[in-house]
């Protein structure tokens, strides 16, 4: 009776540790990549964000047109960041099949060097993206819907596309995980569908990735 | 039947006492690096005053701010957590961050502690913006906070001051990318430090977090292509 108490305690305790230990606590549901190769090599990946239901928050100062507008509205910037060109936004991300499969974080400012806008998309299954690129002059989204009709305080309505970053101009710069070594270009393209009388945009953001392994 | 009672006995009380050292195990600890010199220190005040979002599955105590804000229900981003908050560096200069978190698969309670892999995107206007990824070790917020405070209904004993990083460098520490302006193509250091106030109900009421980052590489675009 006493040997079998004992080795109970032993097999008790040794579980709790080997369990601490062994188990996966941590197992992020991953979904297949949705990457295809491209001819000089690499491999090319689309990432999308549908307006507004993948917003997640935006806040930006008058610079950045509509797109600076707080959602939620209790989200704005301090007043110490209001004073010039700062524009951040948070999204769900999905893959080219409309699951839902990451989150991400675009900032925009301007910087010595001319505008600037920074991707940082996060997968879990997978890692965290890096992007970099030229950023689109002040309130650019404002002004090419001026030129298809569109006048604030108005519902608008039709279909607008917008180069933020030419195919290609931005520069993957790494990450995390899955994306630590790899260094490519990227495309951002907006298509805007429709905005609402209180400046809401709805249509889709395209990322257009090419990566490789870098060193 | 009494031998059963025995062993059921015996395994409770091998597993209690199994609980109780991994409660204790000086292994999980994070193991801080050294980090006196920074080139330079953001710090922010959470959840009043500096948060502008910060939002996640939804479904624990934390809460999601401001109200109202879009949760990350869907089942593959499930753990993950998005916060943007203001940030002063030590000369008053304001810039924003986001940092994106996710449990890290190299969780172990045993030899590790419970580890998040943080990105950050750091942007300073007029300047320009850094990537920062770093695993921070949260196991003795886990140990100071959750199981006393939540589970075990005894009031928080801090302020306590926790150094969770630990990697992914070698050395322990964060590593930093430059993205845009002032900082592209910099490569660098980092370190995070919380001043944890109040820990209540509804996890942290009163923190001060501050990122001290180490930007002794300096790249050219050019040689980071």
């Known amino acids: 009776m006493k040997a079998a108490f004992i080795l109970s305690v032993i097999v008790g305790f040794a579980g709790v540790l080997a369990g601490a230990h062994f188990y996966p606590w941590v197992q992020h549901v991953r979904l297949p990549s949705r990457t295809s190769v491209v001819a000089n090599g690499g491999r090319a990946e689309e990432f999308v964000i549908r307006l507004p239901a993948d917003r997640v928050h935006g806040a930006g100062t008058a610079a950045a047109g509509l797109r600076g507008e707080a959602r939620p509205a209790a989200a704005r910037l301090p007043a110490d960041l209001a004073d010039g060109a700062l524009l951040v936004e948070h999204f769900k991300v999905r893959d080219t099949g409309g699951q839902v499969i990451g989150v991400a974080a675009r900032h925009w400012t301007d910087t010595p060097d001319g505008w600037a806008a920074a991707w940082a998309l996060m997968i879990p299954g997978r890692g965290t993206l890096y992007l970099t690129g030229r950023g689109e002059g002040a309130a650019r989204v404002d002004a090419a819907l001026a030129r298809a009709g569109f006048a604030r305080g108005t519902p608008w309505s039709g279909e607008l596309t917008v180069d933020l970053l030419d195919e290609g101009a931005g520069r993957v710069v790494g990450g995390s995980d899955e994306f630590e070594r790899l260094v490519g270009t990227y495309g951002e393209r907006w298509t805007v569908t429709s905005v609402a009388a209180d400046g809401e945009l709805a249509g889709t953001i395209t990322l257009s990735t090419v990566t490789r392994a870098g060193s | ?225």
Request: one cysteine or more; a negative charge.
């Open chain 2, 1 to 225: 039947m009494t031998r059963g009672i025995v062993c059921l006995l015996g395994l409770a009380l091998g597993a209690a006492a199994g609980v109780g050292v991994l409660y204790l195990n000086p292994l999980t600890e994070p193991r801080p690096p050294t980090f006196a010199e920074a080139d330079r220190t953001f710090s922010y005040r959470f959840p009043e005053s500096d948060a502008l979002l910060f939002t996640h599955e939804g479904d624990g105590r934390l809460p999601v701010l401001p109200r109202g804000a879009e949760k990350l229900w869907e089942n593959t981003i499930t753990g993950a957590a998005l916060l943007a908050v203001a940030l002063h560096d030590e000369g008053g200069k304001a810039a924003v961050a986001t940092r994106l978190s996710r449990p890290s698969p190299r969780t172990d309670f045993l030899l590790e502690g419970a580890l998040l892999s943080d990105d950050w995107l750091i942007t300073v206007p007029g300047e320009g913006s850094l990537f920062v990824r770093a695993e921070n070790n949260l196991w003795p917020v886990v140990k100071d906070g959750v199981v006393p405070v939540w589970y075990l209904k005894r009031p928080w004993r801090g302020p306590t001051e926790y150094r969770p990083t630990e990697g992914p460098h070698p050395a322990g520490v964060a590593v930093v990318r430059g993205a845009s302006g002032r900082f592209a193509g910099i490569e660098g250091t980092a370190v995070e430090r919380y001043e944890l106030e109040r820990f209540g109900a509804s996890g942290p009421e009163a923190l001060t977090g501050e990122l001290r980052l180490r930007l002794p590489q300096s790249l050219t675009v050019a040689e980071q292509q």
